[in-house]
């Protein structure tokens, strides 16, 4: 999935995976599963699907909602803010993310 916003491209297929999270299971209308995501010059975004009663939800023409999927584009501190409400070890699991994300700057300059 690729979506441009702002100027910037947000782009699955070219970005480092950094965190996986999910809630519920499939079948459940309020299902999330997102992958915190960095492209190689250093934006976060959320790749994400989820069901009818999400933020991923597509509005169908009859006026109700099917699952979907998107793109969201973060700020350093809403990703911060994203890792803060989803895992107990904030202070550890922000530090790999930003590990990892910064391996991979390296890698994709190099």
Not at 18 to 41: G, I, Q, R, Y
Not at 44 to 68: E, I, N, P, V, W
Request: aromatic share 12%; net charge negative; with cysteine.
């Amino acid at each position: 999935m690729k979506i441009t916003c702002y100027g910037k491209t947000y782009d699955t297929d070219t970005a480092a995976k950094l965190l996986w999270h999910c809630n519920n299971a499939e079948n459940d209308s309020s299902f999330v599963e997102e992958w915190l995501c960095v492209t190689p010059s250093g934006d976060y975004f959320l790749s994400g699907h989820g069901g009818a009663r999400t933020k991923y939800a597509h509005r169908l023409s009859d006026g109700s909602f099917r699952a979907g999927d998107d793109i969201i584009p973060l700020t350093e501190q809403e990703m911060e803010i994203w890792i803060y409400d989803r895992y107990n070890d904030f202070a550890d699991t922000l530090k790999a993310v930003t590990e990892k994300s910064a391996k991979f700057a390296k890698k994709t300059t190099d």
